[in-house]
């Protein structure tokens, strides 16, 4: 099945530095790549995705890259707030589905003001 | 409205209890999700249903028992727990097409389990 590997577990940013996640995923076949964003407590939040035949999106600050040949995909989020600190999970479908997902093991992003 | 509900919120049981977890949605989705989340980890799937059909069960033991009566709802029994299952248990659900923005999956807040 899918694996997804997640980097780093923890990150510490100051407010107003951008912060970066990176992701790899084993199954080239996968062309589903979501990102959660879970507080302390609360539900996971699909925050932004990204479909294989795009190599990059963008909504106001936060973006993802796609890097199909290399099977990385990343997650950027610029001028950081205190209020995006949580945890962030990657994930990335099995081939043939969308329903299926496997998640990274997750990054607990510190945005210090 | 893009709110799944779950109930209840908390719930504690013991090893021989019968306890059941609910999950509703309102939003028209078809696919509906069960995910065991421990500490600091990522959610597993456990179940998919895919109108109103269990469409995966990733080899989750028979203790725990899914059932969907209709496509709002979605149930898991619970029966002869061991410690090792508390955990907070996740509903989602999607709209179940293929397709662009079809598949985003919208969580519950969860029922956190103990089993004493």
């Known amino acids: 099945g899918e694996n997804v590997e997640q980097h780093p577990s923890t990150l510490s940013v100051q407010e107003g530095d951008s912060a970066v996640i990176k992701c790899t995923y084993s199954d080239s076949a996968s062309n589903y790549f979501p990102w959660y964003k879970q507080e302390l407590g609360k539900r996971p939040q699909l925050i932004i995705d990204?479909?294989?035949?795009?190599g990059e999106k963008k909504d106001q600050r936060i973006a993802v890259t796609l890097n199909k040949t290399a099977k990385h995909f990343s997650l950027h989020i610029t001028e950081t707030q205190p209020e995006d600190s949580a945890v962030y999970f990657c994930?990335?479908?099995?081939?043939?589905?969308?329903?299926?997902?496997?998640f990274g093991t997750g990054t607990k992003l510190q945005v210090i003001p | 409205d893009t709110e799944v509900t779950q109930t209840p919120k908390h719930l504690v049981m013991g090893m021989t209890n019968k306890k059941s977890l609910k999950c509703e949605q309102h939003?028209?989705?078809?696919?509906m999700y069960w995910y065991k989340q421990k500490a600091k980890k990522p959610p597993e799937l456990m179940f998919v249903?895919?109108?109103?059909?269990?469409?995966i069960n990733e080899s989750v033991p028979s203790r725990f028992s899914p059932e969907c009566p209709n496509s709002s709802l979605l149930n898991l029994h619970l029966h002869a727990l061991q410690p090792e299952d508390s955990a907070l248990y996740l509903c989602?659900?999607?709209?179940?097409?293929?397709?662009?923005?079809?598949?985003?999956?919208?969580f519950g807040a969860g029922t956190r389990l103990s089993v004493l």
């Open positions: 990204i479909r294989s035949n795009v």
């Open positions: 939003m028209g989705h078809r696919a």
């Open positions: 994930a990335a479908n099995s081939p043939g589905g969308y329903q299926k997902v496997t």
């Open positions: 989602a659900s999607s709209q179940g097409l293929a397709g662009w923005g079809k598949n985003i999956q919208y």
């Open positions: 249903y895919s109108y109103e059909k269990l469409s």
